[in-house]
């Protein structure tokens, strides 16, 4: 498939993208999703995803609404996929999280990212993508176990 370029249209696409990313609840959603929810199955995701009283139900319908959104531009033709890819890794992060479990969970709800798993498999440039950021979120998720693992290393020897 032929790059083509980007038109200013796609560059205020993006630009507008990045604005909303910066809203104060939307980035405090975003930080939870990227550095604190880390679930190993499909159960531990349904726990939260699931539960509209749980308190950080709503971050994830945030995010994951967000990235699919941006995802269906591409898809539509509204933004350059190529410009998208070049400016926007967090979306595919949000996909390789789910890594793990990911086949269970679209047997589970064949809707689930399904703008994001499409981009991916519609257009090389946002597989390559894909793929280099799974690979540092299977390199967090293994710091992560290790971390979990080896017994709290204190500064100090504790007192007797």
């Known amino acids: 498939m032929e790059s083509v370029l980007a038109s200013p249209a796609d560059a205020d696409i993006i630009l507008k993208l990045y604005d909303l990313r910066r809203e104060p609840l ?4 975003r930080a939870w999703l990227q550095g604190e929810f880390w679930p190993a199955s499909v159960e531990e995701y349904l726990t939260v995803a699931t539960n509209p009283s749980h308190p950080k139900n709503p971050f ?11 995802a269906a531009f591409v ?35 064949p809707q689930f990212l399904v703008k994001t798993r499409e981009l991916i498999h519609r257009f090389p440039v946002a597989a390559a993508k894909y793929e280099g950021v799974l690979k540092s979120v299977e390199n967090m998720r293994a710091a992560r176990q290790a971390r979990s693992d080896s017994p709290v290393q204190y500064a100090y020897p504790a007192k007797s």
């Not at 994830?60 to 941006?70: F, S």
């Not at 400016?87 to 992060?93: D, I, L, Q, S, T």
């Open 26 to 29: 939307m980035r405090e959603a």
């Open 60 to 70: 994830i319908r945030q995010v994951h609404t967000y990235w699919e959104m941006a």
């Open 75 to 109: 898809l539509h033709g509204a933004v350059s996929v190529d410009l998208f890819c070049d400016c926007n890794a967090e979306g595919f992060f949000v996909l390789a999280k789910y890594a793990p479990f990911l086949d269970a969970m679209v047997q589970r709800n």
